[in-house]
Protein backbone atom coordinates (compact mmCIF):
# COMPACT_ATOMS: atom_id res chain seq x y z
CA UNK A 1 0.00 0.00 0.00
CA UNK A 2 1.07 3.14 -1.21
CA UNK A 3 0.35 6.63 1.14
CA UNK A 4 -0.84 9.21 -1.06
CA UNK A 5 0.09 11.73 1.43
CA UNK A 6 3.70 11.90 0.76
CA UNK A 7 5.05 11.51 -3.01
CA UNK A 8 8.46 9.68 -3.67
CA UNK A 9 10.23 11.58 -6.47
CA UNK A 10 12.14 8.95 -7.00
CA UNK A 11 10.32 5.54 -6.52
CA UNK A 12 7.21 3.99 -5.13
CA UNK A 13 8.57 0.81 -2.75
CA UNK A 14 7.06 -2.25 -3.10
CA UNK A 15 7.39 -2.82 0.79
CA UNK A 16 6.22 0.98 2.85
CA UNK A 17 9.34 2.90 3.91
CA UNK A 18 10.35 3.82 7.24
CA UNK A 19 9.88 7.13 7.67
CA UNK A 20 12.62 7.91 10.34
CA UNK A 21 12.16 11.94 10.83
CA UNK A 22 10.97 13.41 14.01
CA UNK A 23 9.70 16.65 11.80
CA UNK A 24 8.67 17.48 8.45
CA UNK A 25 9.86 20.97 6.15
CA UNK A 26 7.17 23.34 6.47
CA UNK A 27 4.59 24.78 4.91
CA UNK A 28 4.22 21.54 3.05
CA UNK A 29 0.72 20.90 4.16
CA UNK A 30 -0.91 21.33 7.70
CA UNK A 31 -0.92 17.20 8.21
CA UNK A 32 2.63 16.21 8.31
CA UNK A 33 4.54 18.49 11.03
CA UNK A 34 6.01 16.20 14.11
CA UNK A 35 5.90 12.22 14.17
CA UNK A 36 4.61 12.52 17.71
CA UNK A 37 1.80 13.24 15.61
CA UNK A 38 1.43 11.90 12.47
CA UNK A 39 4.06 9.81 10.29
CA UNK A 40 3.77 7.99 6.92
CA UNK A 41 4.84 4.33 8.50
CA UNK A 42 2.27 4.61 11.40
CA UNK A 43 -0.42 6.15 9.27
CA UNK A 44 -0.13 3.03 7.05
CA UNK A 45 -0.18 0.54 10.10
CA UNK A 46 -3.80 2.39 11.14
CA UNK A 47 -4.84 2.32 7.55
CA UNK A 48 -4.01 -1.19 7.57
CA UNK A 49 -6.32 -2.35 11.11
CA UNK A 50 -9.09 0.31 9.99
CA UNK A 51 -9.23 -1.84 7.03
CA UNK A 52 -9.38 -5.68 8.68
CA UNK A 53 -11.70 -4.00 11.43
CA UNK A 54 -13.86 -2.50 8.98
CA UNK A 55 -14.40 0.45 10.81
CA UNK A 56 -14.65 4.05 9.81
CA UNK A 57 -11.01 5.28 11.63
CA UNK A 58 -8.13 3.95 13.55
CA UNK A 59 -5.36 5.27 15.76
CA UNK A 60 -1.79 3.73 16.74
CA UNK A 61 -0.03 3.33 20.32
CA UNK A 62 3.19 2.56 21.21
CA UNK A 63 1.82 -0.36 23.38
CA UNK A 64 -1.63 -2.03 24.39
CA UNK A 65 -1.85 -0.83 27.14
CA UNK A 66 -1.23 2.76 25.57
CA UNK A 67 -4.05 2.13 23.68
CA UNK A 68 -6.54 1.08 26.67
CA UNK A 69 -5.26 4.17 28.83
CA UNK A 70 -5.45 6.67 26.23
CA UNK A 71 -8.79 6.06 24.64
CA UNK A 72 -10.48 5.48 28.29
CA UNK A 73 -8.81 8.69 29.29
CA UNK A 74 -10.02 10.30 26.22
CA UNK A 75 -13.70 8.99 26.39
CA UNK A 76 -14.62 9.08 30.30
CA UNK A 77 -14.26 12.19 33.17
CA UNK A 78 -14.88 12.32 36.66
CA UNK A 79 -18.51 11.15 37.62
CA UNK A 80 -18.67 8.60 34.26
CA UNK A 81 -19.04 4.83 35.54
CA UNK A 82 -17.23 2.35 33.63
CA UNK A 83 -17.87 -1.34 33.34
CA UNK A 84 -15.39 -4.30 33.34
CA UNK A 85 -15.07 -8.11 34.19
CA UNK A 86 -12.65 -9.69 36.82
CA UNK A 87 -11.36 -12.06 33.75
CA UNK A 88 -9.59 -8.89 31.75
CA UNK A 89 -5.87 -8.48 31.68
CA UNK A 90 -4.59 -7.29 35.08
CA UNK A 91 -3.37 -4.33 33.88
CA UNK A 92 -6.27 -3.42 32.61
CA UNK A 93 -8.29 -4.43 35.60
CA UNK A 94 -6.12 -2.35 37.63
CA UNK A 95 -5.97 0.75 35.28
CA UNK A 96 -10.16 0.73 35.44
CA UNK A 97 -10.56 0.12 39.10
CA UNK A 98 -7.72 1.74 40.69
CA UNK A 99 -5.70 4.58 38.56
CA UNK A 100 -9.44 5.78 36.97
CA UNK A 101 -10.82 6.09 40.07
CA UNK A 102 -8.40 8.29 41.86
CA UNK A 103 -10.01 11.07 38.79
CA UNK A 104 -13.50 10.38 40.04
CA UNK A 105 -14.54 8.03 37.73
CA UNK A 106 -16.32 5.32 39.13
CA UNK A 107 -15.36 1.48 38.26
CA UNK A 108 -17.69 -1.24 38.56
CA UNK A 109 -16.58 -5.06 37.96
CA UNK A 110 -19.12 -7.65 37.31
CA UNK A 111 -17.55 -11.68 36.96
CA UNK A 112 -16.61 -13.24 34.21
CA UNK A 113 -19.42 -14.11 31.33
CA UNK A 114 -21.73 -12.28 29.28
CA UNK A 115 -24.82 -12.80 31.54
CA UNK A 116 -22.93 -10.81 34.18
CA UNK A 117 -21.55 -8.44 32.06
CA UNK A 118 -25.21 -7.61 30.79
CA UNK A 119 -26.90 -7.71 34.40
CA UNK A 120 -23.96 -5.09 35.59
CA UNK A 121 -24.94 -2.45 32.91
CA UNK A 122 -26.52 -0.10 34.74
CA UNK A 123 -28.64 3.55 33.38
CA UNK A 124 -25.71 5.60 33.77
CA UNK A 125 -22.59 3.20 32.58
CA UNK A 126 -20.90 5.57 30.27
CA UNK A 127 -18.09 2.85 29.08
CA UNK A 128 -18.24 -0.59 28.94
CA UNK A 129 -15.01 -2.57 28.58
CA UNK A 130 -14.85 -5.91 27.85
CA UNK A 131 -12.39 -8.61 26.31
CA UNK A 132 -13.92 -10.49 23.57
CA UNK A 133 -11.85 -13.73 24.28
CA UNK A 134 -10.59 -12.87 28.16
CA UNK A 135 -7.27 -13.51 29.30
CA UNK A 136 -6.35 -16.02 31.20
CA UNK A 137 -9.52 -18.17 31.63
CA UNK A 138 -11.00 -17.72 28.23
CA UNK A 139 -14.59 -16.86 28.34
CA UNK A 140 -15.65 -15.65 25.26
CA UNK A 141 -17.88 -12.53 25.80
CA UNK A 142 -21.52 -12.47 23.26
CA UNK A 143 -20.22 -8.65 21.76
CA UNK A 144 -23.54 -8.75 20.04
CA UNK A 145 -25.39 -9.19 23.32
CA UNK A 146 -23.41 -6.67 25.01
CA UNK A 147 -23.59 -3.94 21.89
CA UNK A 148 -27.39 -4.35 21.91
CA UNK A 149 -27.68 -3.45 25.79
CA UNK A 150 -25.13 -0.61 25.20
CA UNK A 151 -27.21 0.93 23.04
CA UNK A 152 -30.54 0.39 25.29
CA UNK A 153 -28.82 2.38 27.99
CA UNK A 154 -26.15 5.21 25.78
CA UNK A 155 -23.26 3.29 26.91
CA UNK A 156 -20.24 3.32 24.45
CA UNK A 157 -18.74 -0.63 24.10
CA UNK A 158 -14.80 -0.86 23.73
CA UNK A 159 -13.39 -4.52 22.88
CA UNK A 160 -10.02 -5.52 23.74
CA UNK A 161 -9.44 -8.77 20.97
CA UNK A 162 -6.17 -9.27 21.56
CA UNK A 163 -6.53 -12.68 21.98
CA UNK A 164 -8.84 -13.91 18.93
CA UNK A 165 -7.44 -10.88 16.15
CA UNK A 166 -9.67 -9.68 13.47
CA UNK A 167 -8.73 -12.74 11.64
CA UNK A 168 -10.98 -14.51 14.46
CA UNK A 169 -13.66 -12.18 14.94
CA UNK A 170 -15.10 -8.74 13.97
CA UNK A 171 -15.91 -6.99 16.91
CA UNK A 172 -16.92 -3.65 14.84
CA UNK A 173 -18.99 -5.84 12.84
CA UNK A 174 -20.98 -7.00 16.01
CA UNK A 175 -21.20 -3.65 17.45
CA UNK A 176 -18.58 -2.47 19.24
CA UNK A 177 -17.57 1.18 18.99
CA UNK A 178 -14.17 0.63 19.09
CA UNK A 179 -11.73 -2.68 19.12
CA UNK A 180 -8.40 -2.29 20.62
CA UNK A 181 -5.60 -4.85 19.74
CA UNK A 182 -1.97 -5.46 22.13
CA UNK A 183 -0.50 -5.76 18.42
CA UNK A 184 2.98 -7.20 19.86
CA UNK A 185 0.83 -10.46 20.34
CA UNK A 186 -0.30 -12.39 17.38
CA UNK A 187 -0.94 -9.26 14.79
CA UNK A 188 3.02 -8.70 14.81
CA UNK A 189 2.97 -11.97 15.27
CA UNK A 190 6.98 -12.46 15.76
CA UNK A 191 8.02 -11.27 19.43
CA UNK A 192 10.27 -8.59 18.44
CA UNK A 193 8.20 -5.36 19.11
CA UNK A 194 5.52 -3.34 21.08
CA UNK A 195 2.75 -1.21 19.68
CA UNK A 196 -0.92 -1.05 19.93
CA UNK A 197 -3.88 -0.27 17.75
CA UNK A 198 -7.53 0.43 18.06
CA UNK A 199 -10.26 0.77 15.60
CA UNK A 200 -14.06 2.35 15.49
CA UNK A 201 -16.33 5.07 14.91
CA UNK A 202 -14.61 8.56 13.40
CA UNK A 203 -15.94 10.49 15.88
CA UNK A 204 -14.53 8.92 18.98
CA UNK A 205 -11.50 8.03 17.06
CA UNK A 206 -10.54 12.01 16.76
CA UNK A 207 -11.26 12.28 20.62
CA UNK A 208 -8.59 9.32 21.32
CA UNK A 209 -6.06 11.28 18.48
CA UNK A 210 -6.26 14.37 20.39
CA UNK A 211 -5.68 12.23 23.62
CA UNK A 212 -2.68 10.26 22.03
CA UNK A 213 -0.95 13.18 20.90
CA UNK A 214 -1.17 14.87 24.28
CA UNK A 215 0.10 11.69 26.57
CA UNK A 216 2.46 10.94 23.39
CA UNK A 217 1.63 7.43 23.38
CA UNK A 218 2.54 7.67 19.76
CA UNK A 219 4.47 4.56 17.97
CA UNK A 220 7.82 5.14 16.36
CA UNK A 221 8.18 4.36 12.35
CA UNK A 222 10.62 1.40 13.22
CA UNK A 223 8.11 -0.52 15.19
CA UNK A 224 5.42 0.34 13.07
CA UNK A 225 7.34 -0.55 9.87
CA UNK A 226 7.63 -4.28 11.74
CA UNK A 227 4.32 -4.47 13.22
CA UNK A 228 2.50 -4.47 9.55
CA UNK A 229 5.25 -6.38 8.40
CA UNK A 230 3.91 -9.34 10.46
CA UNK A 231 0.37 -8.23 10.15
CA UNK A 232 1.10 -9.26 5.97
CA UNK A 233 1.00 -12.92 7.45
CA UNK A 234 -1.60 -12.80 9.66
CA UNK A 235 -4.09 -15.05 8.20
CA UNK A 236 -1.62 -17.50 7.25
CA UNK A 237 -0.59 -17.49 10.83
CA UNK A 238 -3.73 -17.61 12.46
CA UNK A 239 -5.09 -20.66 10.03
CA UNK A 240 -2.35 -22.65 11.33
CA UNK A 241 -1.86 -21.78 14.63
CA UNK A 242 -5.70 -22.01 15.00
CA UNK A 243 -5.21 -25.58 13.54
CA UNK A 244 -2.40 -26.28 15.87
CA UNK A 245 -4.40 -25.37 19.32
CA UNK A 246 -7.38 -27.20 18.04
CA UNK A 247 -5.31 -30.53 17.97
CA UNK A 248 -3.37 -29.69 20.93
CA UNK A 249 -6.55 -29.11 23.28
CA UNK A 250 -8.30 -32.28 22.14
CA UNK A 251 -4.93 -34.47 23.07
CA UNK A 252 -4.52 -32.78 26.22
CA UNK A 253 -7.95 -33.73 27.07
CA UNK A 254 -6.73 -37.08 27.11
CA UNK A 255 -3.86 -37.08 29.27
CA UNK A 256 -3.94 -38.50 32.44
CA UNK A 257 -1.35 -35.71 34.23
CA UNK A 258 -4.08 -32.65 32.92
CA UNK A 259 -7.23 -32.07 35.31
CA UNK A 260 -9.28 -29.45 33.12
CA UNK A 261 -8.32 -28.17 29.76
CA UNK A 262 -9.43 -24.72 28.89
CA UNK A 263 -10.58 -24.12 24.65
CA UNK A 264 -12.84 -22.01 22.94
CA UNK A 265 -12.92 -24.80 20.53
CA UNK A 266 -13.84 -27.87 22.78
CA UNK A 267 -17.30 -28.40 22.84
CA UNK A 268 -17.91 -28.46 26.73
CA UNK A 269 -16.29 -24.84 26.59
CA UNK A 270 -18.66 -23.08 28.83
CA UNK A 271 -19.29 -20.39 26.09
CA UNK A 272 -18.97 -22.50 22.85
CA UNK A 273 -22.36 -21.41 21.86
CA UNK A 274 -21.69 -17.85 21.40
CA UNK A 275 -18.11 -19.46 19.93
CA UNK A 276 -19.30 -21.29 17.15
CA UNK A 277 -21.91 -18.21 16.47
CA UNK A 278 -19.27 -15.57 15.88
CA UNK A 279 -15.85 -17.41 15.43
CA UNK A 280 -14.05 -18.13 12.62
CA UNK A 281 -11.34 -20.01 14.31
CA UNK A 282 -10.54 -20.94 17.62
CA UNK A 283 -7.75 -18.85 18.36
CA UNK A 284 -4.26 -19.79 19.82
CA UNK A 285 -4.31 -19.98 23.48
CA UNK A 286 -5.00 -23.11 25.37
CA UNK A 287 -5.09 -23.09 29.04
CA UNK A 288 -4.58 -26.17 31.56
CA UNK A 289 -4.35 -27.25 35.04
CA UNK A 290 -1.92 -29.99 35.80
CA UNK A 291 -1.34 -32.12 39.24
CA UNK A 292 2.34 -30.47 39.60
CA UNK A 293 3.79 -26.97 40.47
CA UNK A 294 3.69 -25.06 37.42
CA UNK A 295 7.19 -23.39 37.83
CA UNK A 296 8.77 -27.07 38.10
CA UNK A 297 6.64 -28.38 34.88
CA UNK A 298 7.98 -25.43 33.20
CA UNK A 299 11.37 -26.07 34.20
CA UNK A 300 11.14 -29.34 32.35
CA UNK A 301 10.52 -28.33 29.25
CA UNK A 302 12.50 -28.29 26.45
CA UNK A 303 10.62 -26.75 22.76
CA UNK A 304 8.05 -24.77 24.16
CA UNK A 305 9.38 -21.26 25.94
CA UNK A 306 8.47 -19.83 29.48
CA UNK A 307 7.64 -16.00 28.54
CA UNK A 308 5.54 -13.74 29.73
CA UNK A 309 3.90 -13.02 26.73
CA UNK A 310 2.14 -14.30 24.03
CA UNK A 311 0.86 -14.27 20.42
CA UNK A 312 4.39 -15.53 17.99
CA UNK A 313 5.32 -18.05 15.91
CA UNK A 314 7.10 -20.00 18.55
CA UNK A 315 5.16 -21.57 21.43
CA UNK A 316 5.33 -19.87 24.55
CA UNK A 317 4.23 -21.28 27.74
CA UNK A 318 3.48 -18.75 31.26
CA UNK A 319 2.57 -18.74 34.76
CA UNK A 320 -0.55 -16.34 34.93
CA UNK A 321 -0.38 -16.47 38.51
CA UNK A 322 3.39 -15.66 38.65
CA UNK A 323 3.53 -13.73 35.68
CA UNK A 324 0.69 -11.76 33.83
CA UNK A 325 -1.77 -11.69 36.59
CA UNK A 326 0.27 -11.58 39.38
CA UNK A 327 -1.25 -8.51 40.74
CA UNK A 328 -4.49 -9.83 41.62
CA UNK A 329 -5.85 -10.84 44.69
CA UNK A 330 -5.78 -14.48 46.15
CA UNK A 331 -9.62 -13.84 46.55
CA UNK A 332 -9.48 -12.67 42.96
CA UNK A 333 -7.60 -15.74 41.41
CA UNK A 334 -9.83 -17.92 43.34
CA UNK A 335 -12.74 -16.95 41.62
CA UNK A 336 -11.17 -16.87 38.43
CA UNK A 337 -9.90 -20.20 39.31
CA UNK A 338 -5.61 -19.61 38.74
CA UNK A 339 -3.42 -21.07 41.02
CA UNK A 340 -0.18 -22.40 40.85
CA UNK A 341 -1.12 -25.55 38.69
CA UNK A 342 -2.57 -23.02 35.88
CA UNK A 343 -0.46 -23.22 32.44
CA UNK A 344 -1.40 -20.80 29.61
CA UNK A 345 -0.02 -22.00 26.46
CA UNK A 346 0.59 -19.75 23.61
CA UNK A 347 0.33 -22.34 20.27
CA UNK A 348 3.10 -21.38 17.24
CA UNK A 349 3.26 -22.56 14.34
CA UNK A 350 5.85 -25.35 15.18
CA UNK A 351 4.30 -28.84 13.71
CA UNK A 352 1.19 -29.94 16.25
CA UNK A 353 3.25 -33.21 17.61
CA UNK A 354 6.45 -31.43 18.85
CA UNK A 355 4.78 -28.98 21.26
CA UNK A 356 3.03 -32.27 22.62
CA UNK A 357 5.56 -34.43 22.70
CA UNK A 358 7.41 -32.03 25.04
CA UNK A 359 4.53 -31.32 27.33
CA UNK A 360 4.00 -34.76 27.74
CA UNK A 361 7.90 -35.24 28.38
CA UNK A 362 7.29 -33.01 30.82
CA UNK A 363 4.34 -34.21 32.67
CA UNK A 364 5.39 -37.81 32.84
CA UNK A 365 8.87 -36.91 34.46
CA UNK A 366 7.40 -35.81 37.54
Not at 54 to 60: A, K, L, T
Amino acid sequence: MINDGIKNIYAKPVTFPIYQTSSYIVPEGEKYRYTREYNPTVENLGKEIMRIEGSEDYNVFSSGMGAITTTLLALSGPGDRILTHLDTFARSYHFIKEFMGRWGVRADVSLPGTENILSSIKKDTKIVFIESVTNPILRVNDIKAISERCNEVGSLLIVDSTVPTPYNIKSVKLGADIVIHSSSKFIAGHNNVISGLAAGRKDLMEKIDTMRRTLGTTLDPNSAFLTEAGMKTLDIRMEKINSNAMKIARELEGNKYIKRVIYPGLAEHRDHDTVVKYMKGYSGIVCFEIGMEAMKFIGKLKQVIPANTMGGVDSIVSIPKTMSHRSLTPDELKILEVDDHFIRLSVGIEEPEKILDDINNALSSQ
